[in-house]
């Protein structure tokens, strides 16, 4: 055979060789990004972009939008998410285009957080995973919102995953610049969940020596938390005054039972403070009762299958970053449990799919059918509270935006300011600032109030049946659906010549 020849037939060798690469590589990641697709869609269709902005929305938009002024940024927060929606918020006031752009960047971030998995699991574990945890309804809800519960799940798979890869190959450079890529995400969004997300992680690199680990996971975390630790010091009196500050907003930290808050949350309450009533349907709870018994299910596979730390350490951070939300605030959201349902998510589908499959790979006809049709009911419970869910929100933040409508036909036109009930959002939707002289808020006092009524309207909102703050008693007043509106009347004009 001639060299030609040789040559000729090199490289076709070479060329299926690099076909058959990339062909595995695009079966192990299509299912991965078929997910994230869903889920993408699943958001715009369902939670739909035309759902305004919520309280705490307008507070993290405001910081960088043209639109109004920005809201008070109580202690607790972070900037992470008004940097997140800065590159449309900064420049537009359009709400559907915001939702988008969010439902857009969530599902990328999904389908990264996913990958960084890989190796680890069998890719049909870890299709399975995320679309267990796209389809609750909480993640739906809020991966298209302007909230960063959901970026630190993400933050937390990619960091966890990272730090197993690494683990397992030491010269995976990329894996390390992951795990704090991770860190930083988390703490940027969130810096107190962070820290509890990677409590196990940090553990275990110093009782391992892992020492370039701890290292990429202490300058994660001091570089997403960086900006909060500085603000701490030039607005809050330090970081101490700022921790206990958010501790005091929070209802103070400590031994608290909010088990039964999350649960009563599960049916669609976005904010259950104070959380009465009664709890939810039993089939909207079942599924919060079952993940824990699914993931020890996936613990004892994975221990089976000596494999026990891949499984192991995602199971310790849910655990951390649940504990402070179950066992230490006294009242609930069921966004705050997002990262802890990330980490879960993956030995969750391990253990589904060895319920579903013999080890050597042939199907449990009946097992498999069985789960299967609770996969489906679990969907078709939380399509249901996600659609209840969004139709509520929708028609509440519209009364907003007919209260700002009523507002400017009163007057109230930029500049001004709100106070009062619901002054935050009511003040967003307005284009006014807001202000408040107690409470979490506060953040004016109501001598500078009547300073501004000099210069600018200003209106007082109380529901029906409340009593109006000092300053306001002797304002004239309108009514907007069910509020009333105290309007400090005009500023007295110059005499003319």
């Known amino acids: 055979m001639t060299d030609g020849a040789h040559a000729i037939l090199d490289g076709t060798r070479r060329d299926r060789a690099a076909a058959s690469g990339t062909s595995r590589r695009t079966r192990g990641t299509g299912p991965l990004a078929a997910v994230a697709g869903a889920f993408t869609l699943a958001q715009l269709l369902l939670v739909r972009p035309v759902l305004g902005l919520g309280w705490d929305e307008v507070v993290y938009v405001s910081q960088v939008s043209g639109h109004a002024p920005a809201a008070f940024f109580s202690a607790p927060r972070a900037r992470g998410v008004s940097l997140l929606v800065a590159p449309v918020a ?48 909480v993640t739906l809800f809020y991966g298209p919102q302007a909230m960063p519960n959901y970026w630190v799940a993400v933050g937390a798979l990619i960091c966890a995953g990272c730090f197993l890869r690494f683990r397992s190959d030491p ?134 299958a000596r494999r026990t730390a891949r499984t192991l350490l995602p199971l310790a951070c849910a655990t951390t970053a649940a504990l402070p939300y179950l066992f230490m605030i006294g009242y609930a959201a069921p966004r705050f449990l997002l990262p802890a349902y990330a980490l879960l998510a993956v030995p969750v589908a391990d253990a589904l799919w060895h319920l579903a499959r013999t080890p ?10 069985l789960v299967a049709l609770g996969l489906a009911g679990h969907l078709a419970v939380q399509l249901a509270v996600l659609v209840h869910t969004t139709d509520r929100n929708v028609d509440s933040r519209r009364d907003w935006a007919r209260t700002a409508a009523g507002l400017h036909r009163l007057g109230v036109r930029p500049p001004c300011l709100i106070t009062g009930h619901e002054a935050i959002p009511i003040g967003y939707y307005t284009g006014c600032a807001s202000g408040a002289t107690g409470g979490h808020n506060e953040n004016t006092t109501a001598a500078r109030i009547l300073a501004a009524a000099r210069r600018v309207p200003v209106a007082h909102l109380t529901p029906s049946g409340g009593a109006p703050a000092g300053y306001a008693r002797s304002w004239p007043v309108h009514r907007i659906a069910d509020l009333r509106v105290h309007l400090a009347p005009d500023p007295p004009r110059a005499a003319g010549p």
């Open 171 to 304: 010269t995976a450079r990329t894996a390390l610049w992951g795990v704090g890529a991770g860190a930083l995400l988390m703490a940027w969004m969130r810096p107190t969940d962070a820290v509890w997300v990677t409590v196990p992680l940090l553990v275990l690199a110093v009782v391992r020596r892992h020492g370039r680990l701890l290292l990429a996971l202490l300058a994660g975390l001091a570089a997403g938390a960086a900006e909060w630790v500085i603000e701490a010091y030039l607005g809050h009196g330090g970081l101490a005054q700022r921790l206990h500050d958010a501790s005091r907003i929070q209802g103070g930290l400590g031994w608290q039972i909010a088990v039964d808050d999350q649960l009563r949350s599960l049916g669609g309450r976005a904010l259950c403070r104070p959380c009465t009533g009664s709890m939810p349907h039993p089939v909207v709870t079942l599924w919060w009762f079952t993940l824990p018994l699914l993931a020890g299910l996936g613990l004892a596979v994975a221990v089976r």
């Open 360 to 369: 050597a790979g042939r199907w449990r006809p009946v097992v498999a059918s």
């Open 90 to 137: 900064s420049w537009t006031s359009s709400t559907p285009l915001l939702r988008v752009y969010l439902a857009v960047l969530s599902g990328l971030a999904l389908h990264l957080a996913l990958r960084t998995w890989r190796g680890l699991f069998p890719t049909r574990v870890l299709a399975t995973g995320g679309a267990v945890f796209a389809s609750l309804w």
